[in-house]
């Protein structure tokens, strides 16, 4: 029974982690929206027309914030990135641990598609689609 227990608890906890990265995907995913929208004010501050009686076309941090908009926009497109890679490593790790992982003949990991949640289990296990 411990050793059932152990298994159930595994399950549920890795459930709960790859709901967890769900959210925190979507979160980046957002912030990479913020970003280009950073990146795209910054430009257009760049290229503004000359003001009347104005010395510069731009101010004089208009190139160190477009640096940092683009610098802000690759730190959120790698936590998009790391966020999806460990979501995949979760998905993995589920079939390994429900005993329904399928290998093909490279041994390379059959994929069984994306997790749904069937209304009727009560238990709230999720079973992958083929």
Do not use: H
Not at 27 to 54: F, K, N
Not at 62 to 90: C, G, K, M, T, Y
Not at 102 to 123: H, M, R, S, Y
């Amino acid at each position: 029974m411990l050793f059932e227990d152990n298994v159930s608890q595994s399950l549920r906890n890795t459930l709960r982690i790859i709901d967890l990265s769900q959210v925190n995907f979507e979160l980046r995913r957002a912030a990479v929206l913020v970003a280009i929208s950073q990146v795209t004010q910054s430009r257009l501050r760049l290229v503004e027309p000359l003001r009347p009686g104005a010395q510069a076309a731009a101010s004089p941090t208009a190139a160190r914030d477009l640096v940092s908009a683009l610098n802000d926009l690759l730190d959120a497109q790698n936590d998009v990135l790391n966020a999806w890679v460990s979501f995949e490593v979760l998905r993995v790790l589920l079939d390994f641990e429900m005993g329904t992982m399928q290998l093909n003949q490279e041994g390379l990991w059959i994929d069984p598609g994306p997790l749904v949640v069937k209304p009727t289990e009560t238990a709230g296990a999720v079973m992958p689609t083929n």
